[in-house]
């Protein structure tokens, strides 16, 4: 239906700029929108909002600023990824697609690094600093007596030599 109106358009462009210019905007009868998109959610395996949205000749942006939709979206949204991933998990439908469309219900792909730590509290780490500091004390007493030889070593050459 919606495509019909849009090749009428095109077939009649002056008619589409003079409908366009005046008039009174659209009105739509949300209740019985409404009830036909809890129907189709019922009743379609994985819902995809923008398929009922086309199928019924009106914008998505349009359906998301209608206040009563509100819980419906979500309602959808839920049953898709629920279906995309129990489909998925089974090996019903192709894991690159399940995962391409999850990620546009805001799944992430995360790597997640855990550092493991001896030291729980504050207390341990101010011992382990503690340690530290008692393990360079004899080095900085050898520098401070010009032990340490203050220039880099030169690295060894390909025979070896320095």
């Known amino acids: 239906m919606a495509a019909m ?3 009428a358009r095109l077939e009649r462009p002056q008619e589409a700029q003079a409908a366009k210019a005046g008039g009174r905007p659209r009105q739509y009868d949300r209740a019985a929108l409404l009830e036909q998109f809890l129907v189709y959610i019922e009743t379609t395996e994985i819902p995809i909002i923008l398929e009922w949205t086309s199928q019924h000749g009106i914008t998505k942006n349009l359906v998301y600023d ?3 939709f509100a819980e419906a979206l979500e309602l959808c949204s839920n049953k898709k990824v629920a279906a995309l991933e129990r ?7 192709n894991n690159a697609m399940a995962i391409f469309s999850l990620k546009q219900h805001g799944w992430r792909d995360n790597l997640e690094q855990t550092i493991k730590s001896e030291m729980q509290k504050p207390g341990d780490v101010v011992q382990h600093l503690e340690e530290l500091a008692k393990n360079l004390e004899p080095v900085m007493r050898r520098k401070q007596a010009g032990e ?3 220039k880099p070593q030169e690295p060894p050459d390909a025979k070896g030599k320095r």
């Open 5 to 7: 109106n849009v090749v």
């Open 66 to 68: 209608w206040p009563e």
């Open 87 to 93: 489909k998925a998990l089974n090996g019903e439908i």
């Open 148 to 150: 340490l030889d203050p």
